[in-house]
Nanobody
Framework: QVQLVESGGGLVQAGGSLRLSCAAS????????MGWFRQAPGKEREFVAA????????RYADSVEGRFTISRDNAKNTVSLQMNSLKPEDTAVYFC?????????????????WGQGTQVTVSS
């Protein structure tokens, strides 16, 4: 069982930066693929980024490639999402998720555990 708690969301102007963090409980955190998803009002939840258990492999949505960076610290049971050059279209609730699949996956159905989400609002 893994419990996930996100933090770091907020209001930022376009072009600004935010760093989201996800704290995980559970002794097997280091074996999980971790991901970030987001959901804007009236839209489906979409993949943002994912990182393999070892941190050696990552994947990004085309819309955030080059602007967002996912990282993890297995010693601290945390995964982070550094978001730079934010755009109004990045506004959404951001969710941290954990998957028992040991390779990078990008579909929400592949993730077993979810956090409650943190709001990110980017003003124009």
């Amino acid at each position: 069982q893994v419990q996930l708690v996100e933090s770091g969301g907020g209001l930022v102007q376009a072009g600004g930066s935010l760093r989201l963090s996800c704290a995980a409980s559970g002794r097997t955190f280091s074996s999980y693929t971790m991901g970030w998803f987001r959901q804007a009002p009236g839209k489906e939840r979409e993949f943002v980024a994912a990182i393999r258990w070892s941190g050696g492999s990552t994947r990004y949505a085309d819309s955030v490639e080059g602007r967002f960076t996912i990282s993890r610290d297995n010693a601290k049971n945390t995964v982070s999402l550094q978001m730079n050059s934010l755009k109004p279209e990045d506004t959404a609730v951001y969710f941290c998720a954990a998957s028992r699949i040991p390779v990078v996956v990008t579909t929400s159905s592949a993730f077993d555990y979810w956090g409650q989400g943190t709001q990110v609002t980017v003003s124009s």
